[in-house]
């Protein structure tokens, strides 16, 4: 039975998930972390964050997740920095930035999905669910993936 991609973050919140998912958030403001811990834990996603490059490389050195969600230019460096760690872990990560989208992306990052500051939870929340499921195996409604 495949499962179907919740068309809104309500709809999210209101599911049981039992085999919670992890995402670290590496984001160097305080405000931004926090509004996306609060999406990701109100739709039953455990979140670790972490303001810096070296904190989350830090914290890789013990801990995995399922997922990341990373700001593309922190105070010690950009997201390319991570990207080889996250590939070679197999951790799916999203760039969330308060950059455009590069036409051309850095090395390491040209099939990442990249959502520009601000945006909206709905929409951060999609991107995170259907990569969720997509490496879980679960297969999204074309429906929700259009709304």
Known sequence: ?????????????????TDQPRCLVVEDQTLIALSIETYLEEAGIAVASVGSLAKARTW????TADIAIVDFMLQDGSATELAGE????????????GYP???????GLQ?????????SRDAL?????KILMAVSGQTPCASSLHS
């Open 86 to 97: 996250f590939n070679r872990r197999a951790i799916p990560f999203v760039i969330y930035s």
């Open 111 to 119: 099939s990442v999905p990249w959502l520009e500051k601000p945006t």
């Open 101 to 107: 989208p590069h036409q051309s992306p850095p090395s």
């Open 125 to 129: 929340l999609k991107v995170v669910l």
């Open 1 to 17: 039975m495949l499962a179907c991609l919740p068309s809104s973050s309500e709809e999210v919140m209101s599911r049981a998930i």
């Open 60 to 63: 890789l050195e013990t801990n």
